[in-house]
């Protein structure tokens, strides 16, 4: 016989199935890039006050590193998704059932970059904020006007975590999909209709990591914010399907 622990585990585990039966059909859109950019402490807090929201790279790396701290943000237009949703479900008739972000990796091209890249755990933050501005500095010609290492404190206050993801493969050209959590913050930015920004911070003080950005001449290689939605099932039919998982746990219960 199951004990109650078991039976919550045995639960547990069927809730991939239970969703993958709730929601049978979905649509998949991809997001618009708005904005991104990178900011630097540079090696001797020297680069605080410099903005690079033009450069073809977004770099992220640890307090340990001999180049300094970088964190990048990033920032997605979703309206066209919501109002795409909107007219296949109807407005308020979906869920959002999936939130992926592609990012591949750029070898390090500038003596400002720490390199080589560094393979790590890299943290991706949802950011209550999207009023940041990308600016038009890169990294040969920096410019004062725009996001940059001093205001990364204040955007980051009331982050929600997305997730953290080891990087292995620090190549140039690694295309990384990461699944991210489904947050409060990014749902409703999601269900409303209007930005999401992110910021990509360093999960070790080690690590340094490049990755393209929506800059980077080749289309195929800048980041993507993909979001998979799915009809809000009727509550007789989430029910059935309870009582069914229910039944299910119960008898193997009593074997």
């Given at each position: 016989?199951?004990s109650?622990?078991?039976?919550?585990?045995?639960?547990?585990?069927?809730?991939p199935?239970?969703?993958?039966?709730?929601f049978?059909a979905?649509?998949?859109?991809?997001?618009t890039?708005?904005?991104?950019?990178?900011?630097?402490?540079?090696?001797?807090?020297n680069?605080?006050?410099?903005?690079?929201?033009?450069g073809?790279?977004?770099?992220?790396a640890?307090?340990?590193?001999?180049n300094?701290?970088?964190a990048?943000?990033l920032?997605?237009?979703?309206?066209?998704?919501?109002?795409?949703f909107?007219?296949t479900?109807?407005?308020?008739?979906?869920?959002?059932?999936?939130?992926?972000?592609?990012?591949t990796t750029?070898?390090?091209?500038?003596?400002?970059?720490?390199?080589?890249?560094?393979?790590?755990?890299?943290?991706?933050?949802?950011?209550?904020?999207?009023?940041w501005?990308?600016g038009?500095?890169?990294?040969?010609t920096?410019?004062?006007?725009?996001?940059?290492?001093?205001?990364?404190?204040?955007?980051?206050t009331?982050?929600?975590?997305?997730g953290?993801?080891?990087?292995?493969?620090?190549?140039?050209?690694?295309l990384g999909?990461?699944?991210?959590?489904?947050?409060?913050?990014l749902?409703?930015d999601?269900?409303?209709?209007?930005?999401?920004?992110?910021?990509?911070t360093?999960?070790?003080?080690?690590?340094?990591?490049?990755?393209?950005?929506?800059?980077?001449?080749?289309?195929?290689?800048?980041?993507?914010?993909?979001?998979?939605?799915?009809?809000i099932?009727?509550?007789s039919?989430?029910?059935?399907l309870?009582?069914?998982?229910?039944?299910?746990?119960?008898?193997?219960s009593?074997?």
């Amino acid at each position: 016989m199951l004990s109650n622990n078991d039976i919550i585990l045995s639960m547990s585990n069927l809730r991939p199935l239970l969703l993958s039966i709730l929601f049978t059909a979905s649509s998949l859109r991809a997001a618009t890039t708005l904005a991104d950019a990178f900011v630097t402490t540079g090696p001797t807090n020297n680069l605080t006050a410099n903005n690079y929201g033009a450069g073809g790279a977004l770099a992220v790396a640890g307090s340990g590193t001999a180049n300094g701290a970088f964190a990048s943000l990033l920032r997605f237009d979703v309206s066209t998704d919501k109002a795409g949703f909107d007219t296949t479900y109807g407005a308020g008739q979906w869920v959002v059932t999936g939130v992926n972000l592609k990012l591949t990796t750029s070898a390090p091209n500038n003596v400002l970059f720490n390199s080589p890249s560094v393979a790590g755990s890299l943290g991706i933050n949802w950011i209550s904020s999207d009023s940041w501005i990308e600016g038009t500095g890169n990294p040969n010609t920096p410019s004062l006007t725009g996001v940059n290492w001093n205001a990364l404190a204040g955007l980051m206050t009331g982050t929600q975590s997305q997730g953290t993801f080891m990087i292995a493969d620090v190549s140039d050209g690694a295309l990384g999909t990461y699944n991210l959590a489904f947050t409060s913050g990014l749902t409703s930015d999601i269900a409303n209709g209007g930005s999401v920004s992110f910021a990509l911070t360093a999960g070790d003080p080690n690590m340094a990591i490049l990755f393209n950005s929506r800059s980077f001449g080749t289309a195929s290689r800048r980041p993507e914010l993909t979001i998979t939605a799915a009809a809000i099932p009727e509550p007789s039919r989430v029910l059935f399907l309870l009582l069914g998982a229910v039944s299910l746990v119960l008898r193997r219960s009593r074997r």
